[in-house]
T-cell receptor, first 111, second 113 residues
């Protein structure tokens, strides 16, 4: 089954403790992206990747890192999480110029 | 940054009625997409309409695009309780591909049985 898999689904952590949210897709998509969703603000793009070893900043990249060492994986790294990064995070993938497939989301709480 | 804006923010209708949601955007686009989100879940793609298209249908969904007014509408006919969800438009900002796909804030649709 074609899917984008995000883990974990829920995560509670404390300020400053490094964490990684994993994202994997099985559709051989070139394009992958991370979004955060906050009430009243819609979805905002954090980082995206057009292919292996090619990443670029979205609209809200501060405080986040990504890597794309393999085509199927696109982890989101928070080196030193802060409470303002409490949010619902989504990974998505697509072929270039086509519709996005979304993961189920990761609800992150930073205390 | 350039962003689609949905209107209304919230819409409540009875089952069987039609639901219309609108999206306005600011700059030229290559395509506009509509997505649906059930509460807290991942978004699901509904329809993609390209800038040279004016109307597109998919089942009970009808999307129109007016590039001169920089607006699009999503019509759901004969709505069902299962259509209750948030609906988002997304535009690519004429940069090609989906690398800068920008989402609006969404319309929350409630269909009452």
């Amino acid at each position: 089954e074609a899917q984008v898999t995000q883990n974990p689904r829920y995560l509670i952590t404390v300020t400053g403790k490094k964490l990684t949210v994993t994202c994997s897709q099985n559709m051989n998509h070139e394009y992958m992206s991370w979004y955060r969703q906050d009430p009243g603000l819609g979805l905002r793009q954090i980082y995206y990747s057009m292919n292996v070893e090619v990443t670029d900043k979205g609209d809200v990249p501060e405080g986040y890192k990504v890597s794309r060492k393999e085509k199927r994986n696109f982890p989101l790294i928070l080196e030193s999480p802060s409470p303002n990064q409490t949010s619902l995070y989504f990974c998505a993938s697509s072929s270039i110029g086509e519709k996005l497939f979304f993961g189920s989301g990761t609800q992150l709480s930073v205390l | 940054s350039q962003q689609g804006e949905e209107d209304p923010q919230a819409l409540s209708i009875q089952e069987g009625e039609n639901a219309t949601m609108n999206c306005s955007y600011k700059t030229s686009i290559n395509n506009l997409q509509w997505y649906r989100q059930n509460s807290g879940r991942g978004l699901v793609h509904l329809i993609l309409i390209r800038s040279n298209e004016r109307e597109k249908h998919s089942g009970r969904l009808r999307v129109t695009l007016d590039t001169s007014k920089k607006s699009s509408s999503l019509l759901i006919t004969a709505s069902r309780a299962a259509d209750t969800a948030s609906y988002f438009c997304a535009t690519d900002g004429n940069q090609g591909g989906s690398e800068k796909l920008v989402f609006g804030k969404g319309t929350k649709l409630t269909v009452n049985p």
